[in-house]
């Protein structure tokens, strides 16, 4: 078991900075670097990594016991130290960390002894788990922060795979850690990753050989590879397609017309049309239907033409003709697709629907800051669990409320009550009447959860593919996978 | 002749002055801000505070028109930055990438010439015969086709189907001159097709007025046999607006490899200049814009040069 795996990649890792959240093409170098100190183990669930394991001492201290005989790439060995900074920099408001919002209520990391560390709260807070699990949550060395080395070109951590080269726009090399802590692997000798910005350029890249693996493969491809023997295929639906509406414009400062274009805007001819077929259509909110918060009473948004009218006849419409707005959409392509096909349904029911192109740093710029009435956009949680709702709909939060202004008391309440929930049936009913809520208000189209695959040559094996949401992180496992020469 | 160089170089610093200048203030109207980018892109929520204290950290707070002078004053020393998004020096990555571009624009321009001009010759030679017809034909099909669509088409017969060279990638010469030599070809090809068929239709249109020029008629005459009057005189005469036409397809292949370089893969300046746009790298596309267009000034002087040695009658004072 072994070899060289070459990885066709998305788009080119120009920053090699710990703490942020680049991205999955990003976490394939990143997360196979570094380790966290809690991941997940094969069925989603949180598991052990550098942690041993942790407890909650009382609702405002958490206690981490750490793994010993740990040792990072330049030699050093993993301990308690390490861990404070890292997660003293995770949770620094100013810095560039993408978990500092989630990790706010973290008021000191203490060192109890060389394996132990204590996260004190400012108030109960049972995200930080959960967050701590992310692909975000890197452990780096104290004593190689403390050198000064430049994070934004090199790396030190303790997982599978070692940092060795990076040429922009050629190509990031990792090697084997030999001294990794998981008996036996890393199995391969070296990852080579390729970045390919173009689609058809990284789909033909593998089928001419020239990689062995790729990820987010084009949705029309997905048939052809799964039923080529020649490849392996493996795909789930992760990430969510939704339109930003701005709750104080017309037409959609009124909830009614919010909720009409939820049952005017049919999801499975959107997955038909621009996910190859093998998408989820939404029919709540953002939680997928076998996640255990999940709740099947609220279903409601399908296809119901007649009920979008007479919303909009509540609202004050007549007709259909009688809406016209400007919807703003990147050029990206899972973007754009959808975006034009939601045009087209819209205006086939004799709404005017002016679709605005713009560029991604555009988009970056009106989430955070306004500019559109509605925003074709796509995300996915930076962390399983219901609290991610709160980086959209939280009053303030950078992924939607603060553009559109949008604040409600009762979902900021709910939120805040879910963070220091501890017991599931409780915190279960907090998401569920938040969702209850969020759906009197509609403060979005909801579309469907997006298949995302990768693909592999035959010959590549051990790939393990999370399930849901977590599956779009997959990649930063290659420690399973191994080539069969 | 030297007046005349040294004329065109400070109206060269002038113009690069100028399109720097523009280059400045419009990356910096653009929507969309850098340090959003530095903070995740695509996938990442940051605060508003933490978007702050990156600006405040990069200097992009700092007023508009002292940004530009701090831009000027750098450029002046030839300090082109560091890129915002990975602090690697600009110039460094400059002279890393314009090699790579300069190794597929170089054989396609040869290329399109070595095929363009002796097809426009037959052409023009067999005015509205057969030959005529078909090469005209192809080489408006050549110029028409947009080189993403030919890019494609060779990945996709020459890659996928017959296996017989690499789709795509660049290895360094100096590794594996082979491997090289065998990733060339097609990018090559894809970028040599439409200026091929332009330069084609040049050297076919320049030399047909020339043939009907009196000379060349007087030449035909006195006896000259064909063969004579077309390499011997008509072929030379003909070259002036072809090589105009040749400076300028140069200056487009250094930007019509942003394509190219896209279809391929290759890590270019193309591919450097898509980057540093979409991640509002404001020294790397000031830096890359700098590049291009001071190699567009002096492809033009070269051009204007050449004029000299075609037509011993051009003089410059």
Known sequence: MGGELRVGIARDVVNMAPWLSQGASVYIIQQNVYDNLINYDDDGNLAPELAVSWEVVDPQTYVIHLREGVVFHDGDTFDAEDAKVSLDMMRDPTGT???????????????????????????PNVVVFSALASSTAHILSKEWLEAGHDLNTEMNGTGPFIFSEFEPGVQTVLVKNEHYWKEGMPYLDKVIAVPYRDDSARINALLSSEVNFIEYVPYIEFDRLKQDD???????????????????????DDARVRQALNYLIDRDLLIQLTAGGAGVPIEVGLLQPDDPYYNEDLARW????????????????????????VLTCSTVTVHKDPAEAIQATLQGFGMNVEIKYIDVPTLLDYRQNGGYVAMMDGQSAAYQDPDAYSAYFETGAPGYSTATDFSDETLDELLAKGRVESDFETRKQIYHDFEERLLELTPWYFGYFRPQGEAMEAKVKGYRRWPGLLGAHSTSRFEYVWIEE | ?????????????????????????????????????ILGGMTAQPTAEQIAAVREQLGLDRPLHIQYLTYLRDLARADLGESLVNNRPVLDDILLRVPRTLQIAVPALILATIVGIPLGVVAARRRRRMGDLVISTISVAAFSLPSFVSGLLLV???????????????????????????????????LAVAPAGLIMRMMRSSMLEQLGQDYATTARAKGLTDQKVVYGHVFRNSMMPVVTSLGLQAGFLFTGSVIVENVFNWPGIGNMLLDSVLNRDYPVIQGMVLVVSLAFVLINLITDLTYGLIDPRIRYD
């Open chain 1, 230 to 252: 020649a490849y392996s295929m493996y795909a789930g639906v992760g990430p969510y397609n939704f339109l930003h509406l701005n709750v104080n414009e017309p037409p959609f």
């Open chain 2, 1 to 37: 002749m030297i007046n005349y160089i040294i004329r065109r170089l400070v109206q060269t610093a002038i113009t690069t002055f100028i399109v720097v200048s523009l280059i400045f203030f419009l990356v910096h109207l653009l929507p969309g801000d850098p340090a959003r980018t």
């Open chain 1, 97 to 123: 960390s993408a978990l500092a919002p989630q990790l706010a209520d973290v008021e000191e990391v203490n060192v109890l002894d060389p394996y132990t560390v204590e996260l004190k709260l400012s108030q």
């Open chain 2, 156 to 190: 996709v017969v020459f890659s996928i189907n017959l296996q017989w060279l690499p789709a795509s990638g660049w290895v360094s010469p100096a590794d594996d001159f082979a491997g090289f030599l065998s990733r060339i070809i097609l990018p090559t090809i894809a």
């Open chain 1, 302 to 325: 399908k296809f119901d033409p007649d009920k979008a009218l007479e919303l909009l006849q509540e609202a004050g419409y007549e007709n259909f003709s009688d809406i016209s707005f």
